[in-house]
């Protein structure tokens, strides 16, 4: 009898937790998420990651994401995208031609996901370690023809009214530009906070942007922790009952595969790894953020080696200083995360957010 007694109560328990994993996990499926961060790695492929994991002696960022899948990045012009075609396929839904930023293949304008999350009340906010008028930011800011256009990307940022957070380089472009104006001053007139440095931010309900460089910021790691710790600035910000989109761009992933410097490759995978963990961190108390991780596209034809054909040390192999057309991951967290799974097109990317998000 005794033993009866113990096996029932070993079978309710047991019944009990199937059900709280069953109502959990069908939570989880069907929740719908107030904040979305998006990053991109720019030129990230699966080597990229690898070449992060193969080189730390930690679980990385990347081993805490329970779902992962890939993308296909081709644009409408060419097997080989782009980071403007990549970025805006990602952004706003539609495949366009390489060098377009915000726009269909017939050059028509179509707003991006930060456009429509600010459009239904949410703060938002893009990060990077370009200039903010670069091909990745611009494709989610800006809509242009050519992503070369870097004065008029800048003009059409600061005449922007629903962004909150912009925080990178490229502040020549504002300042010393063909047309003689003065874009951050008229920028501070329109209710803007212009700063050199995140230290300086006094203000977080106010729009806000740091430009701490000319151009492009100094690669990693010279430029130190400044990733990781405007992202965690940028939440910090943008945080409110009405839920925020924040991109972060890993932009100098890229850079390193155009150099074919596996070293600084490795740095920038490091830095960006860091700014994954403020992002996860952020969500796993939040609960109610989804944390979605892809790339534009691969640089550099990456592949990690055995040149002895021995299988005793291994090389990093680059077979171009141009972008391939492999598939790129993607690591999905939080509500309705599992949907990230699979190979899916860069395109489906914005579609399954905007449903998770809506």
């Known amino acids: 009898m005794r033993i009866r007694k113990v096996l029932s109560v070993l079978i309710i328990a047991a019944a009990i937790f199937s059900s709280s994993c069953c109502s959990n996990n069908e939570k989880q499926s069907t929740q719908k998420a107030k904040n979305v961060i998006l990053l991109i790695g720019d030129g990230m492929g ?86 903010v008028t670069h091909a990745t930011p611009a494709s989610f800011i800006a809509h242009n023809i050519n992503r070369k256009n870097n ?9 922007r009214e629903n962004l909150n957070v912009l925080f990178g380089g490229g502040k020549k472009y504002f300042t010393e530009r063909k047309d003689k104006q003065d874009l951050l001053n008229k920028m501070w007139d329109n ?29 990693a790691p010279d430029r130190g922790d400044f990733l990781p ?11 409110n009952e009405k839920g925020f ?12 595969g155009h150099a074919n410097d596996s070293a600084t490759l490795v740095e920038e995978m490091r830095d960006f790894n860091n700014t994954l963990n403020v992002v996860l ?27 002895d054909r021995k299988y005793t040390r291994t090389d990093f192999k680059f077979s171009t200083t141009s972008h391939s057309a492999v598939f790129v991951p993607v690591f999905a967290y939080g509500p309705q995360a599992a949907r990230f799974s699979g190979i899916q097109d860069n395109t489906e990317i914005f579609n399954k957010i905007m449903t998770i998000a809506n």
């Open 151 to 159: 004065e008029e990307i800048a003009l059409e940022i600061s005449n």
């Open 46 to 131: 699966p080597a990229q990651v690898y070449s992060l994991i193969m080189t730390s002696h930690e679980k990385t960022a990347f081993q805490r994401f329970p779902y992962s899948g890939f993308s296909i990045t081709k644009s409408a012009s060419n097997e080989i995208t782009d980071s403007a075609a990549g970025g805006s396929a990602v952004a706003n839904g539609n495949k366009t031609k390489n060098y377009m930023v915000g726009m269909t293949s017939d050059s028509i304008p179509v707003p991006s996901m930060l456009d429509i999350f600010a459009e239904q009340g949410k703060k938002t906010g893009v990060v990077v370690t370009c200039a």
């Open 245 to 256: 989109f924040l991109m972060i761009e890993g932009s100098q992933i890229d850079f390193a």
């Open 281 to 307: 961190d952020f969500a796993e108390k939040d609960g109610n953020t989804l944390v979605v991780v892809t790339a534009d596209h691969e640089t550099g034809g990456l592949t990690l080696i055995d040149p």
């Open 229 to 239: 710790k405007a992202t965690a600035k940028a939440i910090e910000m943008l945080d």
């Open 191 to 219: 209710g803007w906070n212009i700063y050199d440095s995140l230290s300086q931010i006094e203000d977080n309900n106010a729009k806000t942007m740091v430009l701490t460089c000319n151009k492009h910021m100094v690669k």
